[in-house]
């Protein structure tokens, strides 16, 4: 049973760093490419970014490129999340999901495109 669990969350200022971590057990993590997402109440979970089962391809949403980073470390199981300048509109509880990797093509963009979740962690940028 593949289980994901996130750390890092919490509560920053307004121009702050934070850096979310997501370790994946129960399967093969480099058989995953790895996403992030967030939401908040009453609405859909947004997509965050994406990185492939190698750490050779990356994505990101237009609302946090140039300010987060995603990598991984097959070797220690783990996909991180490096939040920079962080802004009020970024708070959410954020969500770590494995999907696995295929020869089908897909945008890693939309959360049916992932097989696993976490249960979340909390970002909350005070203004």
């Known amino acids: 049973q593949v289980q994901l669990v996130e750390s890092g969350g919490g509560l920053v200022q307004n121009g702050d760093s934070l850096r979310l971590s997501c370790v994946l057990s129960g399967h093969i993590f480099s058989n995953y490419n790895m996403g992030w997402f967030r939401q908040v109440p009453g609405k859909e979970r947004e997509f965050v970014a994406h990185?492939?089962?190698?750490?050779?391809?990356?994505d990101y949403a237009d609302s946090v490129k140039g300010r987060f980073t995603i990598s991984r470390d097959n070797a220690k199981n783990t996909v991180w999340l490096q939040m920079s300048n962080l802004k009020p509109e970024d708070t959410a509880a954020y969500y770590c999901?494995?999907?696995?990797?295929?020869?089908?093509?897909?945008?890693?963009?939309?959360?049916?495109?992932?097989?696993?979740w976490g249960q979340g962690t909390q970002v909350t940028v005070s203004s």
């Open positions: 990185i492939r089962w190698d750490g050779g391809n990356t």
């Open positions: 999901a494995a999907g696995m990797a295929t020869l089908v093509w897909r945008e890693w963009t939309m959360p049916t495109d992932y097989n696993y």
